[in-house]
């Protein structure tokens, strides 16, 4: 079994259409998992062109904005279509149960298989035995998602001594910090840093902005990460828009991605007047020199 993760770009643009470019989405597959990152508007087309399956998707949307959601009630429809009967994982921001619900309502669809949606302001959403995800709140309005995906692997090595020390009894408490969760022992909280070694072996972290404008919690969160995949609407010049808008700057991601030391950059979002990428990425290169440039189809391994 592959220890890495896929990750496609199926949609690079921000909201106003390009010919060349589709809206937000990215897939990440790992072993049989399939996170789709955001549904822009042509999703579906997309999740066909570069042949990933429909059925064995989990979705997690960064935001409710339709740059990132036109897609979802489609693709939905679809898995209907081609009679998928498992079940399908959404996760989103407060409002997307009823902003789903509502939408299949007024379209009459009732699709047969069961659509289990988590709302999320920040922390851990998904747990398997390959990976974890985690939400936290980022800078572009109320109720704005980013997601970091971790391998369990990455926690640390569990020492052994320091759990007996505070009295943690064997079994499904240990099971959880080396998991990466908090747990309790005699009323008090222990967290998985306490307990586990620092170790990067084997470690793999991805972590997808959505949109954002430069912020320190961006930073905090992506901490080592491997890959970054960044809000870059903008370029360098356009500093004020960004900022007026609440996105970033091609510059603003490299930034968070030098202070946050992580391995690999990538930019997406571009807006239409984000013309010269690769003026940009030089820009973003004087900063932190392993960034790259989305395009529709780009597909790389971590
Ligand atoms: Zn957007
Ligand atoms: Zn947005």
């Known amino acids: 079994m592959s220890n890495k993760f896929t990750v496609t770009f199926l949609g690079t643009s921000s909201a106003p259409p390009q010919v ?9 597959q790992y072993r049989n998992h399939t996170l789709l990152v955001d549904a822009g508007e042509a999703t579906q087309v997309q999740l066909l062109k570069y042949k990933i399956s429909f059925s064995n998707l989990t979705i997690l949307l960064t935001h409710l904005h339709s740059d990132h959601t036109l897609g979802l009630i489609g693709l939905l429809t679809t898995r209907s279509l081609y009679n998928i ?3 399908i994982t959404i996760i989103g921001p407060p409002w997307t149960s009823s902003f789903i619900f509502l939408q299949l309502l007024a379209y009459r669809l009732y699709p047969e298989y069961d659509i289990k949606v988590i709302e999320t302001g920040g922390g851990v959403v998904m747990s398997n035995s390959d990976f974890y995800i985690e939400s936290f709140p980022v800078s572009h309005g109320d109720n704005c998602l980013g997601y970091k995906i971790i391998t369990h692997k990455s926690l640390g ?3 052994v001594d320091r759990a007996l020390e505070k009295n943690i009894p064997k079994g499904k408490k240990w099971k959880k910090l080396q998991e990466g969760y908090p747990i309790e022992v005699e009323n008090k909280k222990i967290f998985p840093s306490e307990i586990l070694d620092r170790s990067t072996k084997n470690q793999t972290k991805i972590v997808i902005t959505g949109d954002t404008s430069l912020d320190d919690n961006v930073i905090n969160n992506s901490a080592m990460a491997d890959l970054l995949i960044h809000d870059s609407t903008y370029p360098m010049i356009e500093a004020e828009r960004a900022k007026k808008h ?3 700057t091609c510059t603003d991601a490299a930034f968070v991605a030098k202070r946050a030391n992580v391995k690999k950059l990538i930019l997406t979002h571009f807006s239409e007047l984000h013309k010269n990428l690769a003026e940009s990425l030089r820009d973003a290169k004087e900063i932190f020199p392993n960034s790259i440039v989305a395009y529709d189809g780009l597909e790389i391994e971590v």
């Not at 589709?22 to 897939?27: E, K, L, P, T, Y």
């Open 85 to 87: 009967s498992k079940s």
């Open 246 to 248: 609440k996105h970033s």
């Open 157 to 159: 090595v569990f020492n």
């Open 20 to 28: 060349e470019r589709r809206q937000s989405s990215v897939a990440i």
